[in-house]
């Protein structure tokens, strides 16, 4: 596991004790207590394991396996819960994507079925705003909010990506740009050319600090990526294995 630090771009890498093997294509999210919850993956047949990982004594924790095995599926934490929604079952561009979405209660340890969303998706990704919840992935088009029929905006692309809300706007990174979007009305405020057109998923959900984006890119592993909000400028920082 590698711990990339935004202020001075320094990579701390952290080796588990035996009884863990991470899989490609899992998805985690940091929890409050600092601890990292992590989940599926897995190629050519994806996982349902599940395990909270602890950064800081170097030890993991299995936890209740998901209901649904699935791999490339977005993840987020909220209020004492890890939801997961889409992704694939099987092998990567050859496989389904799915349509199961569930949580993870910290309290009893246990997953709790969702239902499903409108259509199947994989690469995705999901934020919350406002108890509202909003996912995205390849497979539409459109960012929907889960639960309802409502769609919130069509971003005209049909492409994997990843997603953080900042200020009651979505920055949405997919396709060939990134989408600045307003949660009240939906409304595309801003677009910004990404390099090229392509799935921007990313394994964890973005991280904003001191005006920037960060997040982990899947397509070339290990690439940390950053884009500027102020001067809208998109870089890739630094791949974690060279």
């Known amino acids: 596991m590698a711990i990339f630090d935004v202020e001075n771009y320094s990579v701390q890498w952290i ?27 897995g190629h050519p047949l ?6 909270i990982l602890n950064p800081y004594t170097q030890t993991h924790r299995k936890v209740a396996d998901m209901l649904t095995a699935r791999h490339s599926h977005s993840i987020l934490y909220d209020n004492g819960y ?15 994507f799915i349509r199961q979405c569930e949580r993870f209660c910290l309290e009893t340890g246990r997953w709790e079925d969702l239902g499903q969303l409108l259509v199947p998706i994989g690469d995705s990704a999901a934020v919350v ?15 929907a909010e889960y639960g309802c029929e409502r769609v919130l905006a069509d971003l005209k692309e049909d492409e994997g990506g990843c997603m953080i809300e900042q200020e009651g ?17 939906g409304k595309v405020l801003e677009e910004v050319q990404l390099p090229r057109r392509h799935s921007w998923w990313s394994h964890s959900p973005p991280v904003f600090l001191k005006g920037s984006i960060y997040f982990v890119w899947w397509e070339e592993p290990g690439w940390i990526c950053k884009f500027d909000t102020s001067s809208k400028t998109f870089s890739q920082l630094r791949n974690l294995f060279t």
Not at 16 to 41: H, N, R, Y
Not at 46 to 51: D, G, I, L
Not at 169 to 185: A, T
């Open 129 to 143: 705003w406002n108890g509202r919840i909003f996912v995205v992935g390849k497979g539409s088009p459109c960012i």
């Open 46 to 51: 994806s996982t349902a394991e599940s395990f």
């Open 169 to 185: 706007k979505l920055y949405v990174f997919r396709g060939s740009k990134v989408s600045v979007v307003e949660l009240v009305n």
């Open 15 to 41: 080796t588990f004790q035996k009884g863990i093997l991470f899989k490609e294509f899992s998805a985690w999210v940091k929890l409050p207590s600092g601890e990292i919850f992590c989940c599926g993956g």
């Open 82 to 96: 890890v939801y997961v929604f889409g992704g694939m079952s099987y092998m990567m561009f050859l496989g389904n």
